[in-house]
């Protein structure tokens, strides 16, 4: 059985965690390719995998195709994704390395506390912090792709952008503000719920860092 064969026998939740998976190399590649069309693909290409992200988990419970497979790639895919759009920010100068450092490294950490949680036989449900953050992660990453591709619309239409929004006074000029300081306090709110909820959780479940030996 070939590899297209193998998708094709897929329930829908699965392949749309596979497409998923599969749109990253494209997003990335859109991103950072300094083409305008590029800057409105990623979006598109973003906007569309995080529908899916929502569309495969409800049907997988209203249907009863919980998986295996999906519980363990469904999740994967969606750290792929981000991973991807905030390494790719701090390439474009949209965020500084230590909050992406911070934010990956406390996806590893909570991941790795998971699994030595499966481990003892046990689940570590998600946390309310841990939803924000999620939430707070598909909102930065939106805002600063649109952001991009505004920009990257006026630098193509109407060089130079930043002198011709001036031209537009006081709403000009706060225009510009916003897509200066916009991705930097969105990638700082992302970080430090990143850090409170990873703190969070390792506070909740600290009896599992103990040495059972001791």
């Known amino acids: 059985m070939n590899t297209w064969q193998r998708f094709m026998r897929m329930n829908l939740p699965n392949k749309l965690t596979m497409g998923r998976i599969a749109s990253v190399p494209l997003f990335v590649a859109c991103l950072l390719s300094g083409n305008l069309w590029g800057q409105y693909l990623a979006l598109l290409v973003f906007v569309a995998a995080a529908i899916s992200d929502y569309w495969d988990g409800k049907i997988a419970r209203e249907r009863n195709l919980v998986t295996n497979f999906g519980r363990i790639m469904d ?3 969606d ?3 981000m991973a991807s759009a905030f ?4 390439q474009m100068g ?19 506390l998971r699994i030595l949680a499966a481990v003892q036989g ?13 939430i707070s ?6 805002l600063i792709l649109v952001v991009n591709s505004v920009v990257a619309s006026l630098q193509a239409w109407v060089p130079p952008w930043q002198e011709t929004l001036r031209g537009l006074g006081a709403g000009g000029k706060a225009m510009i503000h916003f897509a200066d300081y916009a991705p930097y306090w969105a990638m700082f709110i992302v970080a430090g719920l990143s850090l409170y909820s990873g703190v969070e959780y390792l506070i909740k479940n600290r009896e599992l860092l103990q040495d059972p030996h001791s």
């Open 75 to 77: 999740p994967l895919a």
């Open 79 to 81: 750290k792929l994704l």
């Open 137 to 142: 992660q598909i909102v930065a990453v939106i």
């Open 94 to 112: 949209f965020a500084p390395a230590w909050m992406v450092i911070l934010i990956i490294g406390r996806e590893f950490a909570i991941t790795g």
């Open 87 to 90: 390494i790719s920010f701090v």
């Open 122 to 134: 046990r689940v570590i449900a998600a946390s309310t912090s841990g939803k924000h953050k999620t």
